[in-house]
């Protein structure tokens, strides 16, 4: 086939005249040039200037990614912003160090990542763009590194909650949690961002600030130094024999039926058992691409959930911010580290199917078991207890208390209050036509699922058994093939019903927008197809 002659001929283009008056985004000359960081001190960007050329612009940090390329849309704009009010481009670039650097911005308090501020002081001077691109490289520096002054904050319990920290060079200061931090911690540090704030609102300095909130407050501890922030947040992440405690005395020791359970589950494991399958993937007859997904045995899925039962799931351990354990050495594996394993499991395999079948191949899993099959009691018979007297059946605002107490340290895909879903799914039903039984069940409907809420809980809990039965109906087992999931739910009065207000919730765009294109994409089409095993119409 001869080649299209459009194709040889040069190309040329002309500038359309218009558009908002801009800076000029290159020269050869020498450049000023501002450092942008985030509110940690990693640096996000260079902003840069000549007037010779009446050039300014920005260099992302190439390794910041989406997030340096972001917060550089602001230095834009104040660019484009400056250009209009007839600024020579040093005077743009001063004007950026006075607002964004020395001057006492609220932004520059801030323990976000997406915080933008100017590094206090003069702008540097380079000789040509080649030296700002060369910052702004691979080999760049990632954090200007200052030394800080921090002071720890303890609960009454005298707990550590967090840290306050001021970072004099940089002219910046913020709040670093500590990680493992307890429930009740969490909840006394709530107010510390905003102390911290309110300090830099009065104009002090960072260090300053430090001294006037640990002056007089029992809980914050004597100012000291540290070689730069991230000292500081090394010192955050520290577990302590008090943490491992504490997660320990979450563990069911009392309940002996539990952890023969857990005892026989992972006895019962086979090497078929650990090798797991996916299932999916495939183009459909009438054209439907399946999600793949991992195909778990009943057996494991048995092991799993005994990890429930005695208790080694706990709203204790947060671990959206941890990342997941890994299998020790000859795996021999602390108790606590068991716990904080097993917590992360059951509600990542929701987030991220597969979570549970790395655990299995790595071998994690196995050592969980044997962790706490080693500090939990021996599974000697237990003497049948005498039948109890009937409970009071728990009424809609105990079940809704109970949800959210359940699901307390635990977001969605993007990161916001877990008990948010759980109320826009309990609203659906409602508006649905469900009474309080389907009400119930929609506070309900993820907690075995997650893993906050055992099995041997909903078969003893005080519920209606429609309740009980929608519950166990919505419960997608790991590994569970959508078609079977939805012929469970088809066949149990009432699941369905609440099935689709949780898909509307799970499928709001607004919802979706807050997620990354390829997760929205693949949760988009997963929830379609579910709909469409469930026949749900679009206004179901």
Not at 129 to 138: R, S
Not at 195 to 214: F, K, N, Y
Not at 530 to 535: C, E, S, W
Request: negative net charge; proline residues 8%; charged residues 25%.
């Amino acid at each position: 086939m001869p080649l299209n002659p459009r194709f040889e001929e040069d190309l040329h283009f002309e500038e359309v005249p218009g558009g908002p008056p801009r800076y000029r985004w290159r020269t050869d000359r020498p450049v000023q040039y501002l450092t942008m960081v985030d509110g940690h001190g990693t640096v996000l960007a260079y902003v840069w200037a000549n007037d010779e050329d009446d050039a300014a612009s920005w260099d992302p940090r190439e390794a910041g990614g989406a997030t340096a390329v972001n917060a550089g849309m602001l230095w834009l704009s104040v660019l484009r912003d400056a250009k209009a009010r007839g600024l020579a481009p040093t005077a743009a670039l001063g004007e950026i160090a006075r607002t964004y650097g020395a001057a006492p911005e609220p932004v520059r308090w801030t323990s976000r990542k997406y915080a933008r501020r100017a590094l206090p002081g003069a702008p540097d001077h380079a000789p040509d763009l080649t030296v700002v691109a060369a910052l702004a490289g691979p080999s760049g520096p990632a954090r200007m590194t200052h030394p800080v002054h921090y002071a720890a904050v303890t609960a009454p319990d005298g707990e550590v909650i967090g840290y306050a920290w001021g970072d004099g060079g940089a002219g910046a200061g913020g709040w670093t949690r500590r990680a493992a931090r307890s429930r009740a911690a969490d909840e006394a540090g709530a107010d510390w961002p905003g102390r911290v704030r309110a300090a830099h609102t009065r104009g002090l300095t960072p260090v300053a600030a430090l001294a006037v909130l640990s002056a007089g407050d029992p809980a914050v501890g004597p100012v000291t130094g540290a070689p730069d922030l991230a000292a500081v947040e090394e010192l955050a992440r520290t577990v302590t024999p008090a943490d491992d405690d504490r997660l320990l005395a979450q563990l069911h020791r009392e309940r002996p039926d539990a952890w023969r359970e857990l005892a026989e589950a992972f006895d019962a494991l086979t090497d078929a058992d650990r090798e797991v399958r996916w299932g999916g993937g495939e183009q459909r007859p009438d054209g439907v691409h399946t999600v793949p997904y991992p195909v778990y045995t009943e057996a494991l899925w048995r092991a799993v959930h005994s990890l429930t039962g005695v208790g080694a799931v706990t709203p204790e351990h947060r671990w959206a911010e941890h990342p997941l354990p890994v299998a020790p050495p000859g795996g021999r594996m602390h108790p606590a580290d068991a716990v904080r394993a097993a917590t992360f499991l059951l509600p990542a395999e929701r987030i991220s199917e597969g979570t549970l079948e790395e655990a299995v191949r790595s071998g994690l899993l196995d050592a969980v078991g044997a962790a706490l099959r080693a500090w939990g009691p021996t599974t000697a018979s237990v003497t049948p207890l005498a039948p109890l007297a009937p409970l009071t059946p728990l009424t809609l605002a105990e079940v809704e208390a109970l949800a959210r107490t359940a699901h307390a340290a635990q977001t969605d895909k993007a990161g916001r209050p877990y008990a948010e879903h759980l109320q826009a799914v309990a609203e659906g039903v409602r508006a649905r036509g469900g009474g309080d039984e389907l009400v119930a069940a929609a506070w309900l409907h993820d907690s075995v699922e997650d893993g906050v809420l055992g099995e041997e809980w909903l078969d003893a809990a005080a519920l209606p058994q429609r309740t009980k039965d929608v519950v166990r109906a919505v419960t997608k087992r790991p590994g569970e093939a959508p078609e079977a999931y939805a012929r469970r739910i088809l066949a149990t009065p009432g699941a369905r019903l609440v099935k689709a207000a949780d898909l509307a919730h799970n499928a709001d765009p607004h919802r979706l927008a807050d997620l990354d294109e390829a997760t929205a994409r693949r949760l988009t089409l997963k929830y379609a197809a579910m709909r469409g095993y469930l026949g749900l119409a679009a206004g179901d």
